[in-house]
């Protein structure tokens, strides 16, 4: 795990189809139709290198959405080969990248850190462990979950809220969206970079593009 390699694949040239989400890098491909999709799933499957990896192939009608890896600290220099040849693949084949389209949600419940308990969210979803402050789901079909440490000032004991990993092109007009909708923001200071929304209720989801390389004011090394 390196975030030195993680900067390395946002650095490098050739990767404009990839956004580097919470995940990891991903992509989605549009193709005509559900076979054409299954067709470069089968085609992105026998490249070599993937038996032990960690990717994840995900077909929805004419989309077929491809992530590297599930977790951004495990990219590694190897992926920047993939990523450069999994859209030839595909323009191959016939299919269209989509950067707007890629995205990914996460839950992060947050609790003072004596009454942290992943363990229990594991084992209710069913899901495996990700590293030491995660959950991820076994079968790719459902939101990650994440363990947040609440500040020791704070008063409150236990909060969650949602996460939209989106692209650093992507996530000021998400943010629009959901303001016109009738959200509000109740921290922009962090942007570019994130942006945290409340619903009319006060429920809030946080508009992420710092895994894609969008920077704030402030440094975010």
């Not at 109740?186 to 508009?207: E, F, M, Q, T, Y």
């Given at each position: 795990m390196s975030e030195a390699h993680w900067k390395e694949?946002?650095?490098?040239?050739?990767?404009?189809?990839?956004?580097?989400?919470?995940?990891?890098?991903?992509?989605?491909?549009?193709?005509?139709?559900?076979?054409?999709?299954?067709?470069?799933?089968?085609?992105?499957?026998?490249l070599p290198g993937l038996e032990d990896s960690h990717i994840q192939l995900s077909i929805v009608s004419k989309r077929l959405t491809v992530r590297l890896t599930r977790e951004i600290?495990?990219?590694?220099?190897?992926?920047?080969?993939?990523?450069?040849?999994?859209?030839?693949?595909?323009?191959?084949?016939?299919?269209?990248?989509?950067?707007?389209?890629?995205?990914?949600?996460?839950?992060?419940?947050?609790?003072?850190?004596?009454?942290?308990?992943?363990?229990?969210?594991?084992?209710?979803?069913g899901y495996d462990p990700m590293l030491e402050d995660n959950a991820i789901d076994p079968l790719g079909v459902s939101s990650t979950v994440w363990m947040q440490d609440i500040e020791e000032g704070k008063a409150l004991r236990h909060?969650?809220?949602?996460?939209?990993?989106?692209?650093?092109?992507?996530?000021?007009?998400?943010?629009?969206?959901?303001?016109?909708?009738?959200?509000?923001?109740?921290?922009?200071?962090?942007?570019?970079?994130?942006?945290?929304l409340a619903d009319r209720s006060g429920n809030k989801v946080c508009v992420v593009a710092w895994p894609d390389g969008a920077k704030a004011d402030k440094s975010e090394d």
């Amino acid at each position: 795990m390196s975030e030195a390699h993680w900067k390395e694949f946002l650095q490098a040239d050739g990767l404009e189809d990839w956004v580097v989400l919470h995940g990891g890098p991903s992509a989605v491909f549009v193709t005509s139709s559900l076979a054409d999709a299954a067709e470069l799933a089968r085609a992105v499957a026998q490249l070599p290198g993937l038996e032990d990896s960690h990717i994840q192939l995900s077909i929805v009608s004419k989309r077929l959405t491809v992530r590297l890896t599930r977790e951004i600290w495990k990219i590694e220099p190897d992926h920047i080969t993939l990523a450069r040849e999994i859209p030839e693949l595909a323009k191959s084949l016939g299919a269209v990248s989509d950067p707007k389209q890629v995205q990914e949600v996460q839950f992060a419940i947050a609790a003072k850190a004596d009454a942290i308990d992943l363990g229990f969210w594991r084992a209710v979803l069913g899901y495996d462990p990700m590293l030491e402050d995660n959950a991820i789901d076994p079968l790719g079909v459902s939101s990650t979950v994440w363990m947040q440490d609440i500040e020791e000032g704070k008063a409150l004991r236990h909060a969650m809220h949602i996460d939209v990993s989106l692209s650093k092109e992507s996530a000021q007009a998400r943010v629009d969206s959901a303001v016109k909708a009738g959200g509000v923001v109740v921290d922009g200071s962090h942007a570019p970079s994130w942006w945290i929304l409340a619903d009319r209720s006060g429920n809030k989801v946080c508009v992420v593009a710092w895994p894609d390389g969008a920077k704030a004011d402030k440094s975010e090394d």
